[in-house]
């Protein structure tokens, strides 16, 4: 689930450990270890499937920096998932990111497999979407084997670019991106923007763009985005509009909407409530439940229901 405010979209690469356990912490070296395990009992839409056990987030995050002085710090990131070993679907490793880079104190560069800079867009609130969570989502393409990506981070703006190398001739080879995001907070509302062009050779380039908006009214959190793609045959517009409220200081209730058009093809829209409940004791700790109602043309589908435990370190 992507974040509802954005102004804290993205910190440095480099301090992206906010929950991590410090393993070991001296000369100048920090690792932490960082954990994101989420399993739920999903019956989803379509009545072809029976209702299963969802691993949503298996993660384990290694994160490496050193002090090189004068502000300046190197850091790695060595990241793992086995949602796909745990659902019996693996298809090559369980590697999801690794890179390295420099931090310049608010100024960070990293190289190498990672989210790129498409991937910060968004402010929906599902635990769970039928179809994509927003453009950038449905092309696939928000992360990269051959990455190169900048981001900057200022008192009141975040901005993110990034590149996807070709690497023609590589075993990782791919079609070439870029993408940049940026966001900043006016007058209590915080604004995005993000892009991407996605080289498809021949001519067949994709344009993707996005803008969103998100504001806080004393314990009500209201966002929207609208997003975008255009291959020049078939086009695709994606809407949210979510709100959330805090309860108490356990718990958070969602409501949202999604919104997917298609030229000349169907449209699909999500409507969805759900609850998360965080353990006073540990607030790593907490348990959530969704149920969505959704509607696409030509389909005859039944309620989305889940329930799930999540438990991160």
Same mark, same amino acid.
């Given at each position: 689930?992507?974040?509802?405010?954005?102004?804290?979209? %993205?910190?440095?690469?480099?301090?992206?450990?906010?929950?991590?356990?410090?393993?070991?912490?001296?000369?100048?070296?920090?690792?932490?270890?960082?954990?994101?395990?989420?399993?739920?009992?999903?019956?989803?839409?379509? @009545? *072809?499937?029976?209702?299963?056990?969802?691993?949503?987030?298996?993660?384990?995050?290694?994160?490496?920096?050193?002090?090189?002085?004068?502000?300046? @710090?190197?850091? !790695?990131? &060595?990241?793992?998932?086995?949602?796909?070993?745990?659902?019996?679907?693996?298809?090559?490793?369980?590697?999801? =990111?690794?890179?390295?880079?420099?931090?310049?104190? !608010?100024?960070?560069?990293?190289?190498?497999?990672? /989210?790129?800079?498409?991937?910060?867009?968004?402010?929906?609130?599902?635990?769970?979407?039928?179809?994509?969570? /927003?453009?950038?989502?449905?092309?696939?393409?928000?992360?990269?084997?051959? &990455?190169?990506?900048?981001?900057?981070?200022?008192?009141?703006?975040?901005?993110?670019?990034?590149? =996807?190398?070709?690497?023609?001739?590589?075993?990782?080879?791919?079609?070439? *991106?870029?993408?940049?995001? !940026?966001?900043?907070?006016?007058?209590?509302?915080? &604004?995005?923007?993000?892009?991407?062009?996605?080289?498809?050779?021949?001519?067949?380039?994709?344009?993707?763009?996005? %803008?969103?908006?998100?504001?806080?009214?004393?314990? %009500?959190?209201?966002?929207?985005?609208?997003?975008?793609?255009?291959?020049?045959?078939?086009?695709?517009?994606?809407?949210?509009?979510?709100?959330?409220?805090?309860?108490?200081?356990?718990?958070?209730?969602?409501?949202?909407?999604?919104?997917? =058009? $298609?030229?000349?093809? *169907?449209?699909?829209?999500?409507?969805?409530?759900?609850?998360?409940? $965080?353990?006073?004791?540990? $607030?790593?700790?907490?348990?959530?439940?969704?149920?969505?109602?959704?509607?696409?043309?030509?389909?005859?589908?039944?309620?989305?229901?889940?329930?799930?435990?999540?438990?991160?370190?």
């Amino acid at each position: 689930m992507k974040k509802l405010i954005l102004a804290a979209a %993205v910190a440095a690469v480099a301090t992206s450990s906010v929950n991590a356990a410090t393993i070991y912490e001296g000369k100048g070296l920090t690792y932490k270890l960082k954990g994101d395990w989420q399993v739920q009992l999903r019956d989803n839409a379509s @009545k *072809t499937k029976d209702a299963e056990v969802e691993f949503d987030d298996l993660e384990l995050k290694n994160s490496v920096t050193y002090d090189l002085g004068n502000g300046l @710090k190197a850091f !790695g990131q &060595l990241d793992f998932g086995f949602k796909d070993t745990a659902e019996d679907k693996q298809d090559g490793s369980d590697l999801e =990111e690794a890179y390295v880079g420099l931090d310049f104190g !608010g100024v960070a560069v990293s190289v190498g497999k990672t /989210d790129n800079a498409a991937d910060e867009f968004g402010v929906e609130g599902a635990y769970e979407h039928y179809e994509a969570e /927003d453009a950038f989502d449905a092309a696939g393409r928000t992360d990269g084997d051959d &990455l190169v990506r900048l981001d900057v981070e200022g008192e009141n703006f975040t901005i993110v670019a990034s590149t =996807e190398l070709e690497a023609e001739g590589e075993d990782s080879a791919d079609t070439s *991106t870029f993408e940049v995001f !940026g966001a900043t907070k006016v007058g209590g509302v915080e &604004l995005a923007a993000a892009y991407q062009t996605i080289d498809g050779g021949a001519g067949s380039d994709v344009d993707i763009w996005g %803008v969103s908006a998100a504001t806080k009214l004393g314990s %009500v959190a209201l966002a929207a985005d609208y997003s975008t793609r255009d291959t020049g045959s078939v086009d695709l517009d994606v809407y949210n509009v979510v709100a959330k409220f805090k309860a108490s200081k356990t718990t958070t209730f969602a409501l949202g909407v999604t919104e997917e =058009e $298609k030229d000349a093809s *169907t449209d699909v829209t999500q409507v969805y409530a759900n609850v998360t409940y $965080k353990f006073p004791a540990q $607030k790593n700790v907490s348990v959530f439940a969704e149920i969505s109602d959704i509607d696409e043309d030509g389909k005859d589908l039944d309620m989305d229901i889940l329930a799930g435990m999540r438990i991160k370190f």
